[in-house]
Nanobody, 128 residues
Framework: QVQFVESGGGLVQPGGSLRLSCAASKFTLDYYDIGWFRQAAGKAREGVSCISKGDGAVYYADSVKGRFTISVDNADDTVYLQMNSLKSEDTAIYYC?????????????????????WGQGTQVTVSS
């Protein structure tokens, strides 16, 4: 079973930055697509950013383009989400997730239902 340990959430003022980390536990990321998702109170979980292992393609939700950056450190099997220019509407629980990389799934298919293994989530609150 793929497992992750997430960290980096917290309280930040609007316009601030946070970097979320997601460390793989007891497995390598070499064969997995990785995604970051978020779920705000009372809303459905949504895809924030996904990266495809096969071709390295990256997807960002329109709401975070130009502000968030996903990256993978294969040496440490850790995934990061750098979040800049944070807004109050970015407040949510953030989750990392993995799915086995296949030719059928692309980075643009950044839907929670296609990912099988999830981190425990980390709270991000953007407020003054």
């Amino acid at each position: 079973q793929v497992q992750f340990v997430e960290s980096g959430g917290g309280l930040v003022q609007p316009g601030g930055s946070l970097r979320l980390s997601c460390a793989a536990s007891k497995f390598t990321l070499d064969y997995y697509d990785i995604g970051w998702f978020r779920q705000a109170a009372g809303k459905a979980r949504e895809g924030v950013s996904c990266i495809s292992k096969g071709d390295g393609a990256v997807y960002y939700a329109d709401s975070v383009k130009g502000r968030f950056t996903i990256s993978v450190d294969n040496a440490d099997d850790t995934v990061y989400l750098q979040m800049n220019s944070l807004k109050s509407e970015d407040t949510a629980i953030y989750y990392c997730a993995a799915r086995v990389a296949t030719t059928f799934n692309t980075a643009a298919n950044c839907h929670p239902g296609t990912f099988a293994s999830w981190g425990q989530g980390t709270q991000v609150t953007v407020s003054s």
